[in-house]
């Protein structure tokens, strides 16, 4: 079966639709039924078995249970991945070599060195470094978004592993990787499906978000599906002392017994046994020597209760299908967090480069004062205290622009480790990166949008929501396989064989034993033996039942009651996940609001500090004001900018943040998910409410060795 054959994505218009009419039926008491649409249309294409109502041992999901929400839009399949290689077919399939299934797979090695788009952004010395480019730079080259993105052919393997029909998955980790330093901190670290990044039972994550999921794969082992061949050879060679008149001698016995096992997802398994020996003696109790024998048993066995049927034998398979679903989400949630964090880092450079800019002025500003003034001490219209207050006010600056510089060259390498695979190489570790975009205040429509239709859209959009749903997915799997392992076991089988003889007579034959058998001339050959095993000749046939009742059966009722408890937790959960996307998406946009509004005030600040300033220092030439007051307008000025900067910081970090919190970043920047999974970007992404940088001195910055 195909990785997507469950056809899952195809439902998502009559999903929509279906969420549509319970829209309007009321808010409390609607989600789970929102849910329960989810889960029909996961499992379109499935068996009839799996996408039957629940039975008992399932909730039932009535009216009165479910709040009203859109159903979560399931991320798209990627039909490309790290290597070529589909993890999820057989290595035999993959190159049509019968030996490869024996042999050990083989995984090309990560490659450390930089993307091609760094080396040609490092030219004399500097980089000038765009938002566009710094996000590209870190799908290819960033050590979150590359560990994160084999997750994506971990779950295939565990995809063959149960069409194999293994006792268990491995599991694969779901949680957002977040090694990459600097930015700040985010909501989607954490997703609704398995989430975190600590081990728990079957790979599973335990007591992530609150949620314990022990028992996951519970249910009785579903029937191998790899048939299996079974050869065993034996030579033996033996000389006995004579005890009596039936031992003695030496003989020699060489079997050769095979048995090929097949199961099948019905509950039936099929074993047939073809059992060969040669066997000679010098003892003339024996009458054929050699004699040769052969063999046939054929026989099935089928489950009647527990371990009967398709669903509980192809469990493990639609949970690896939703497993799969879920990395492509969780992969996902790791581009949404890995490319906020690089737009934080990147407005925390060009905080620190304007910061620097601000300082260098401040600095020009008071040494040109501190000059005049010893220009007027030397022509005596000025007092010798008032030089020492601007010599003081120089030192001041200095010291500020010497830690300024410091953080801006922090900045610097801070992003550069984020998108950078190999920071060793020296030309690009002493270039300085000049970022080259500026947040414009143009309005986002998301900033004006009702409220309740950025909910709605963070209801479809976010992946914790998507991962929480195929999670109760795979917990209404478990919930089956334990009600299945409560049943007791009770198969039939069936046999059907036969045997055959051959040989020539012993020519030690005891005449007074066998009497004129011993004369008989006739021999046959190991053919004869084969043909009578099989001609029916001495058929060997019946039928029969097994069964086993624990008669008290405590560990499957623990086992299932465990599973519907941590269902119960899986439900909680999810309905705890659309209150924190709820009032997230809330204070996303009135923190946006209140940075607009803070941009705005700190502007107009900004230009009353300068013309403040610029009034004092006439008022100074003309000998209406002191030092001091310049000195205090220009502390005024500096602290206005900062300000101003920390506001527009603040604001364009704000703005990704919106994005995130409805993750839409990927739609609004024209980020392709499959470039993505393979890390070579072909279009570079496209961010908006962007404006080039003004044109002005670069700011300095303090050498390394300085510091």
Partial sequence: MHLFDLGVFEQQDETARVMREQAGRGQAGKRLRVV???????????????AQQPTAAVPDKSASDLPSAPAPILTEPFTLRTSQRDFSQPAARFRGNPINPYRATSVPKASFVNSVRLTDLVKNG????????????AIENNYDIAIARYNLDIADTDLLRAHAGASSLRGVSTGVVANTLGGSSSTLTSGGGPGGTNG??????????GLVLSTSGAGPAPMGLDATLTAALQFDRQRSVSTSFYTGGSSTTNTYNFTVDQGFVTGTDFKVAFDNSYASTSNGITLLSPELTSSFKATVTQHLLQGAGIWVNKRFVYQALNDRRITNSSFRQQLLYTVNQIESIYWGLVTSYEDVQAKQHALEQSSKLADDNRKQLEIGTLAPLDVVN???????????????????????????????????????????VIPTDRVSLEELPEETQPIEALVQEAFQQRPELEQAVLQIKNNEITLRGARNALLPT????????????????????????????CSSKTSTGYGTAVDHAFNNSAPDKGIGFNISIPLRNRTAQADQARSLIEYRQSELRLEQLYTQIRMQVVNAQFALTNDRAQVMASIAAQDYAQQSLDAEVKKLRLGASTTANVLQQQRNLATAENTLISAQGAYAKDRAGLYQMLASTLKHYGINLNDAATG?????????????????????????ASR
């Fill in 36 to 50: 329960a649409a989810v889960m029909l249309t996961l499992a379109a294409g499935v068996p009839s078995g799996f």
């Fill in 126 to 137: 500097k980089i000038y470094l765009s938002l566009s480019d710094a996000i590209a730079l």
């Fill in 200 to 209: 728990g039972s079957n790979g599973e994550a335990s007591g992530s978000s």
């Fill in 390 to 432: 601007s010599d003081s006010a120089v030192a001041t600056d200095k010291q500020a622009l010497i830690s300024s510089q410091s953080t801006l060259n922090y900045q610097q390498q801070i992003i550069k480790q984020a998108i950078a695979r190999n920071l060793n190489d020296p030309a690009l570790m002493a270039a300085a």
């Fill in 490 to 517: 009770f198969d039939v089988y069936g046999y059907l064989g036969g045997s055959g003889i051959a040989g020539s007579v012993n020519p030690n034959c005891n005449t007074s034993y066998y009497s004129t058998e």
């Fill in 680 to 704: 070579e970007i072909k279009a570079a992404p496209v961010v908006p409410g962007l404006t080039p940088a003004k044109a002005g001195p670069e700011p300095t910055t303090v050498p390394p």
